[in-house]
């Protein structure tokens, strides 16, 4: 000891540098991972908000205003996405039957339209949103949201 302190060896100090030297690496490559992660997360997100806008305009502005905060509307919209070109009136009401189960919590939608050329699907419990089903030969031929 030299005035209250310990005197360093060159070899403890060689090891102290060389541990300090790898731990700043390691930091660096672990915050260089998580900037690439959050880079791709917000890449996959732009994505999906841009596919979902191109789909249906309404049906994002819906989605981005309330989905996130009104199971309501979130069920609604799982709704709307399953419904696809192509699907027949059982399909649909197997759709409906999935997404709405007959012991559930909320009430399926309610056939606001119901004619051989199209179908209109209204929320339940005052909401005020519809999906607009066009018709033909019995299947559906093209699907649009309504969210007014």
Not at 88 to 106: K, M
Request: proline share 5%; net charge positive; hydrophobic share 45%.
């Amino acid at each position: 000891m030299n005035g209250g302190k310990m005197l360093r060896s060159p070899a403890r100090a060689s090891l102290t540098r060389i541990v300090s030297h790898f731990t700043m690496r390691a930091n660096r490559a672990v915050k260089a991972i998580a900037a690439v992660c959050a880079a791709a997360l917000v890449v996959c997100w732009i994505t999906f908000l841009t596919r979902l806008y191109r789909e249906d305009p309404m049906l994002f502005i819906s989605r981005v205003a309330y989905d996130w905060h009104d199971p309501r509307f979130a069920a609604f919209h799982r709704l709307y996405a399953r419904i696809r070109v192509g699907m027949n009136r059982n399909e649909l009401q197997e759709a409906i039957e999935q997404v709405y189960p007959a012991n559930g919590r909320r009430k399926p939608p309610r056939f606001h339209v119901d004619k051989p050329t199209e179908i209109i699907l209204f929320m339940e419990n005052g909401g005020c949103e519809g999906i607009i089903l066009g018709l033909a030969n019995g299947r559906i031929v093209s699907k649009h949201y309504s969210a007014d």
